[in-house]
C-alpha cells in the first residue's frame, strides 16, 4: 500500500524558514522521482518543485527558486523541502506526490496522497 505521510508545517513569520518531510512507503521510493505541490483553498494546485530519482536533477517553480530546496534520503525514504525567505504567497498545504512533471504527477493518480501539512506564513 503506497503511503505518504507529510510533517513540519506550522506557523512562520515572514522571512523566516521551515523544514518540510515526507515519509513514503509501499512503492520503491529510490526508483519514484517525486515532487512537492502545494494548495490554497479556491486556489488551482500549484506544483512547487521536484527531484529526479537519484536526486541528480532538481526543478523549481518560479516562484520559489533560490528560496526552497528540494532533498531526499533515498536509504530512509524520506523527501525534504527546505523552506527560506518564506512569504505569506507561501501559505497552504504542502503535499508530498510521485512524478517529476505535471503529466506525471497526474497519471499516478491522486489515490495515494497524504493529509499535506499546512504551512501559514504570517507576522
Known amino acids: 500500500q503506497v503511503q505518504v505521510v507529510e510533517s513540519g508545517g506550522g506557523l512562520v513569520e515572514p522571512g523566516g524558514s521551515l523544514r518540510l518531510s515526507c515519509a513514503a512507503s509501499g512503492f520503491t521510493f529510490s526508483r519514484t522521482p517525486m515532487s512537492w505541490v502545494r494548495q490554497v483553498p479556491g486556489k488551482e494546485r500549484e506544483w512547487v518543485s521536484a527531484i529526479s530519482d537519484q536526486a541528480k536533477a532538481t526543478r523549481y517553480a518560479d516562484s520559489v527558486k533560490g528560496r526552497f530546496t528540494i532533498s531526499r534520503d533515498n536509504d530512509n525514504n524520506m523527501l525534504y523541502l527546505q523552506m527560506n525567505r518564506v512569504n505569506p504567497t507561501d501559505t497552504g498545504v504542502y503535499y508530498c506526490?510521485?512524478?517529476?512533471?505535471?503529466?506525471?504527477?497526474?497519471?499516478?493518480?491522486?489515490?495515494?496522497w497524504g493529509s499535506g501539512t499546512l504551512v501559514t506564513v504570517a507576522a
Open positions: 506526490v510521485k512524478g517529476y512533471t505535471d503529466a506525471a504527477i497526474r497519471n499516478y493518480g491522486r489515490d495515494y
